[in-house]
């Protein structure tokens, strides 16, 4: 049988990061080593595929990457788990199993939804697109659900590892929605929370992801569009039902057909026994589709060398992807402000003395550097 892909977090304390080689300890050095490594001509040390092409990177990217459109990040400087050491994110089997987990979850991400609809991609994800656009980059695998990716590159291959927050999808009859339309109905269900959310746009409470003056107005800001607001009656909130399973109610997996019902404004009913929609994301605790898995490592396979970019790694289907790669004896770079879990296995003995031909490690901003080190590569062509 083949072994389980689930989006699992280490939320343990990560080492320093090591920083390979020794001059990359500056942002010129790490420009150039940077540089070295995504120009270098492939190691003749790879376990080659059929489907294998030499001088081809993928790229491994996470949070950090969307810091600089304003995101929140898990670990960074300023990341929920650095600065919230109780914070917990909702896991797929609460999600699934109970109504009022449910009302608490669509409540906090009605209020985030705005801003993170509005965020735009930044210079990083840019960079990106002009290194794909130069033939060095082969495709990108995200763990990423806000989908900058694609938005800002569409042409380069985008693998979307933990799904997206644009769509919604039913997880009884898996049919998808917009999340702009889900967005329109909660605003019709709860028009309390409507108002009480218009006004923080007006006021600006919702314009900056700076946590402490995100504090000072009273709100927990959260990874992937999730707003905590204390004491806030989250068990009043009301989420409607699949459409979809409104019109036609499924079959369940144990042969019934599946009783949707809402009430008189159209909410999802707790005596209903289908139609719950949920954010089309790979939740915490749930597994990633065998498809999706396979396609994730043949993008690993194919390519002759990896580098990670604003990732800690702390997600198990994350890190196994650079352990393969490893196995794989592919040359590895990690770009990442802080530690990274299990980077100190990931890098040869002779790693130090390189110029970052056989791997790179640096402490740095992605959207600071990665326009610099087009630039350079740019010049080579």
Not at 5 to 13: A, H, L, V, W
Not at 34 to 48: D, E, G, R, T, Y
Not at 93 to 103: G, L, P
Not at 199 to 205: F, H, Y
């Amino acid at each position: 049988m083949q072994k389980s892909f689930m989006r699992i977090p280490c939320t343990g304390p990560l080492p320093p990061p090591i920083i390979i080689p020794r001059s990359a300890n500056t942002l010129t050095g790490a420009i150039h080593a940077l540089q070295v490594f995504l120009s270098a001509p492939s190691s003749s040390n790879i376990k080659v595929s059929s489907g294998y092409e030499s001088n081809q990177t993928v790229l491994l990217t996470g949070a950090g990457v969307s810091v600089a459109s304003g995101l929140a990040d898990y670990r960074g400087i300023s990341g929920t788990y650095t600065l919230n050491k109780t914070y917990r994110p909702i896991y797929y089997n609460e999600f699934v199993s109970s109504h009022e987990a449910r009302k608490r979850y669509w409540a906090r991400s009605f209020l985030g939804w705005t801003n993170l609809h509005k965020a735009r991609p930044n210079s990083a994800h840019s960079a990106i697109k002009r290194l794909g656009e130069l033939g060095i980059i082969r495709s990108v695998i995200t763990q990423n659900v806000d989908s900058f990716h694609p938005l800002a590159h569409p042409d380069l291959p985008t693998l979307e590892l933990h799904g997206y927050l644009r769509s919604l999808v039913c997880i009884h009859c898996h049919h998808h929605l917009p999340r702009k339309d889900f967005q329109k109905s909660l605003s019709a269900l709860n028009p309390a929370w409507a108002v009480f959310l218009a006004e923080m746009l007006e006021a600006g409470a919702l314009d900056t992801e700076n946590p402490d003056e995100r504090r000072k107005k009273g709100l927990k800001t959260n990874p992937d569009g999730d707003v905590d607001l204390p004491d806030a009656p989250y068990s009043t909130f009301r989420y409607p039902a699949c459409p979809t399973c409104l019109l036609k109610p499924p079959i369940l997996t144990d042969g019934t057909k599946a009783r949707v019902e809402v009430d008189i404004d159209g909410a999802w009913s707790p005596s209903s026994t289908g139609g719950v929609l949920k954010p089309a994301v790979v939740m915490f605790g749930e597994s990633i589709a065998a498809e999706l898995k396979r396609a994730a490592e043949e993008a690993i396979d194919n390519a002759s060398r990896i580098l990670v970019v604003g990732s800690s790694l702390a997600t198990y289907s994350a890190w196994r992807l650079v352990k393969r790669a490893k196995e794989r004896k592919m040359p590895i770079g990690v770009l990442n402000l802080g530690g990274v879990r299990g980077e100190e296995s990931f890098f040869p003995e002779n790693s130090m003395v390189n110029a970052g031909e056989h791997g790179t490690r640096c402490s740095q901003s992605a959207d600071k550097i990665l326009p610099h080190v087009v630039e350079g590569l740019e010049r080579k062509v």
